[in-house]
């Protein structure tokens, strides 16, 4: 069962050099304790989709112009904005991109833990400490007992994010959507962040939104993926089956610019080239006709360049929105 239904959602922002269509109709579902990954390159609309779920786009430059988000049943585009508050944080919690600019610097770790267990439990201040100090050890920072009374910028990079972690789990949330959680850390504690994330998931039953450029994250954590490209979506698949055969000549583009380390090619050596993409991401605050990536795609035709591909289903939960699926899938 679902819960979570984005449907058509769109947002555009107004700006001085006209309308950007920053997410442009897109729909995806989330079950009860899935790991769902949104996968794109930075620009491509998956920051602007989790802020529009929560309706924490900023109101004076920007707006919600089509499409739902249902929520438990629950459409959050009706809602009050003191009902959307009752709900972030609490049954929908979000983990920032950078937790040096998402905590407040001037307020202790403990402080910021316990102020939301106090908005959404109603529990005494007291009660919110201890529930704050029990966070810290859940997301295995040493010596809680310490660390909440210290700020973000006494911690180090890995030790702030698994703070964001405790803030965003300390309401027990149906819904955890997570923005980048490992962008700015080295790479063994993003493995460690990841195996908590996981390990909390499976003790807690939350549902995870994993939001990332990175592939390797989508490969280690996900379940289902949808692939963003220029504010839509492009392809959607089961990931097992996304990596197997990436049927949308995007998604085939992100696949071959991963590095690799391919023994047999270093052995005969021959240094294995990362593929790039040509070309650049449109402009969003101008009309595309036709796909959005056919300025950038190997096997684009005057259809692709005129005409909008739909999402067709290929087989089994895979979908992708291109006209030349044959071709590339022959070209696999």
Known sequence: MNILEVRDLATHFFTLDGVVRAVDGVSFD?????????????????????????????????????????????????????????????????????????????????????????????????????????????????????????????????????????????????????????????????????????????????????????LGVIAETAERVVVMYAGRKVEEAPVEALFAQPTHPYTRGLMHAVPRLDADAEIAGRRPRLQEIPGIVPALNRPIAGCAFAPRCGFATERCRAEAPPLVSTSAGHAVACWETARVLEAA
């Not at 109101?59 to 499409?67: A, D, K, L, N, Q």
């Not at 201040?125 to 100090?133: E, F, M, N, S």
């Not at 994010?161 to 850390?185: G, H």
Request: include cysteine.
């Open 30 to 214: 989330l079950a009860r304790g899935e790991t769902l990954g949104i996968v794109g390159e930075s620009g491509c609309g998956k920051s602007v989709t989790a802020l529009s779920i929560l309706r924490l786009i900023p109101p004076e430059t920007s707006r919600i112009v089509g499409g739902s988000v249902r929520f438990d049943g629950r459409d959050l585009a009706a809602l009050s904005e003191a009902e959307m508050r009752a709900i972030r944080g609490h049954r929908i919690a979000m983990i920032f991109q950078e937790p040096m600019t998402s905590l407040n610097p001037v307020l202790t770790i403990g402080t910021q833990i316990a102020e939301n267990v106090v908005r959404h439990t109603g529990v005494p201040w007291r009660a919110a400490l201890d529930r704050a100090r029990e966070m810290l050890d859940l997301v295995k920072i040493a010596d809680a007992r310490r660390r909440i009374e210290e700020y973000p910028h006494q911690l180090s990079g890995g030790m702030r994010q698994r703070a964001m972690i405790a803030i965003a789990l300390s309401c027990n949330p149906q819904v955890l959507i997570a923005d980048e959680p490992t962008t700015a850390l080295d790479v063994t504690i993003q493995a460690q962040i990841l195996d908590l994330m996981l390990e909390l998931k499976e003790k807690l039953g939350t549902a995870i939104i994993m939001i990332t450029h990175d």
